[in-house]
């Protein structure tokens, strides 16, 4: 009896000690830097468990029963590995993944047109990932104003009250002197550079990658500031549908809708965008400070795979915008007397892109891409309206090809400009530019720690003849966490009549871009950069990136009033000078993470007397971000500090401190949220009239603070196919 109690005693503890299950972290790192990797996935085959590894590099689970597992742990850029583990008293597992080094199928930045992981990029790329691009999307889901205004140095500048028109400025310059492209595309610019950032919403794109500093090399003129490449969304097997929906306590409702999946041989991707905004005036002094919108926008895509080396791709890009702000009583009943007053701009977009893409070997590839963009735009006030249509081509070859050592990319592009002004302008402003280019970039590894990066582009310019470019990027690195960049080159930029200074007096007897007279602007720049990652006292993560940089522009498109009441451009008598220094620090710990950010941004103009600092460019600004991010939830609190500035007629204008709040709930079927931007509600209003008397005719002054004050806005994001996430 005794030895059958004990018998069947033996066999429970057994079962039991057979189906216990244990909690259990897996630990991955850079085996070159020794760094914890964010976004690597951990994969249990047989138990079909799944999890990212989080800011710390550390994936979790929970119930894995004891014993042996096969787990595959990958990350882009990164070689897989497939190993087994052995689950039970050990609770915490570590791995270090290798570099996957120049294979074709491992691309992660693409505006170098490289290879390679950004870590082995002597350019210096800021990059914005998925993760990040989503919260922004909470913030904004309109369009991208919010996800590059948060960006170090990145200044968005309002030119119009009544129409919201924004341009980019980096690093202190003029909008004009940034390369905004979409997958590689230039489809914005020209006549529609004022309303590109208000009609790119950011639900279907992947990533953003920023490079400060001339990078005409690559992609001809106009990169002189530097180049934003936003990357969309590319189908997978797995289909993803996401429906988000938004709305405003300012009257403002915005629904978007992602839809991608493709097979062994085809894939599409279909986006849709619509929002509507009353017209809001904060401060009740009857103009507007949101313009009353319609905006329509459609992104279809069609991907063809007809073997494992080559894609074709080819989409459509649409949208129809109408703005119209100005006098609320006139907007809203069309009354007349005093009420006279309203800004209308309305646009139509539609631009096409076509790719081919193949894999001649292991290590060389050819691609074609053409694109064909059509802006139709009316701009209109009181007796007087601006109305024109711009289309724009760009078509390339590119030859890549990567070697154990060195990377070498050949190319050659076409890109023409057309803009035709309405036949009943008097002041025919029509204006057509064709451009010829050449270039070849190679990547070398001089050894492990330092890889040198040199370019050559050639342009021709039918009305302004040739232009070298030359490049050059050094980049240093080390096993233990350092790394620095030093890097140059020339750009230069054809004249065209569509600047800050010319929006901001919507074009109104602005005459046209004299060739014979005029001459390109041109321009040189340098930068250099450290970095340093570590980890504190085991539990903290650290990183800092300390930038310096000077940029140079010759022969500047200024634009000057004349004796009879007209503007004429003129290339400035001397150089238009910036200099200064980014901050970036990081702190992590387990699921917080602290971001520290300052910039110094000092903007000559020395083709002035006394060499006075650039209008409107604060020359102090400094940020911090804390965010706490889990399975869960995802919540942000941001402090944004801009300093002094100088209007062009030398008043100087007070600093302000902006705030915000976003919190964000994951459930399998998708996410809620709200966000509380600027809570503080600090906009220009409160320190001086953002539009003076008289009523019928009001005089707009300069735009130096943010004119729309608090927004608050709550919204769902709903993923019918599900997510990993626990309800």
Partial sequence: MAKAFLTSLFFVISFISFAQNSDISIFITDSETNEPLLGATVYFEELEKGAITDFDGIATFTEIPDGNHIIKISYVGFKTIETTIEVGTKKVFSFKLESGGNELDEVVIQSSRSTRTVRKIPTR????????????????????????????????????LSSGNTNIRIQGLDGRYTQLLRDGFPLYGGFSSGLSILQIPPLDLQQFEIIKGSSSTLYGGGAIAGLINMVSKTPDEEPALDIMLTQTQALGSTANVFYSKRNEKVGISLYGSGHYQKVYDPEDDGFSNLPQTTSISFNPKFFYYPSERTTFWIGLNGTYDDRIGGDITKIESGENGIHQYTEENISKRLSSQAVYETKIDSVSSLNIKNSISFFDRKLSIPDFSFDGKQTNTFTEINYQKASKKTDWILGANLYTSNFDENDNSQLQRDQTDVTYGAFVNNIYDISDNWILETGLRADYNTDFGFFPLPKVSLLYKNDSGFSSRIGGGLGYKIPDIFTEEAEFINFENVLAIDKSALKAERSYGVNF??????????????????????????NGLLLNSTNNGLFAFENATDEILSKGLETNIKFTYKDFRWFLNYALIDTKLNYLAGNPQKPLTAKHNAGSVLMYES??????????????QFLSNGTETTDFVTMGFVAMRNFKWGTIFTNFENFTDRRQSRFSPLVLPPHDNPVFPEIYAPTDGFIFSVGVIIKPFGNEDDD
């Fill in 125 to 160: 790329i800021e990059f914005i990932g998925a993760e990040e691009l989503s919260e922004k999307a909470v913030m904004n889901p309109t369009n991208i104003s919010m996800v590059l205004r948060e960006s170090t140095g990145i200044q968005m500048q309002q030119t119009s």
């Fill in 529 to 554: 950069d450290v970095n340093y990652q570590t980890r504190l006292f085991e539990t903290v993560g650290f990183s800092i990136n300390q930038l310096f940089y000077v940029t140079a522009i010759n």
């Fill in 631 to 644: 399975e869960k939830w995802r919540i942000g609190y941001e402090t944004f500090y801009t300093g002094k």
